[in-house]
């Protein structure tokens, strides 16, 4: 495990990853993000291919963070807030195994948290019977996606993507 002064990195798939990208640039401790493609079977995807849906990528958000400011655990609380986890392959309008809801960990520790805060919302009754489809998986290759893509929303302004507020 890394030092406590030291980054780390958290790894996010919750659809669309503008929104996803916008919600964690928020954060206070979070010291960087970048949007990009992970979890697939070919290497330096393209959007375009990523979203045939025939690469296995998943639209990702890769997070720098201080852990003395903002705990792994916290980044877990954002992630479950920020998109409906129990849609299977699928956030909003947007439908595909890119868009899939994901956890890719960095590190036993994170994997534990991420597994232990999945199970706590589970049992929380917040979804009812529905069931959470996110999975928590090891962090791969990430393949960063083109400049545009990159806090699109700081550039373009918010519209298309549909991902919860943090306040809600």
């Not at 992970?38 to 979203?51: D, L, S």
């Not at 201080?66 to 916290?74: A, T, W």
């Not at 890119?98 to 999945?118: G, L």
């Not at 049992?123 to 959470?132: C, V």
């Amino acid at each position: 495990m890394q030092d406590a002064g030291q980054f780390r990195t958290a790894t996010f798939a919750a659809g669309c990853f503008w929104g996803v990208e916008a919600a964690f640039r928020q954060v206070k401790g979070v010291a960087g993000t970048r949007v990009g493609y992970t979890g697939g079977n070919i290497t330096e995807p393209a959007y375009e291919q990523v979203c045939t849906g025939n690469t296995g990528h998943a639209e990702a958000v890769e997070v720098t963070f201080d852990p003395r400011i903002v705990p792994y655990e916290q980044l877990l609380e954002i992630f479950w807030r920020i998109h409906d986890p129990t849609q299977l392959n699928r956030q909003g309008p947007d439908i595909g195994t890119n868009y899939r809801s994901a956890i890719f960990y960095h590190s036993p520790e994170q994997k534990a948290a991420a597994t232990a805060s999945r199970d706590r919302l589970q049992k929380s009754g917040k979804y009812g019977s529905k069931k959470i489809a996110t999975e928590i998986v090891p962090a791969t290759e990430f393949w960063p996606a083109e400049e545009y893509h990159q806090q699109y929303y700081e550039k373009c302004g918010q519209g298309y993507c549909v991902t919860r507020q943090l306040d809600e």
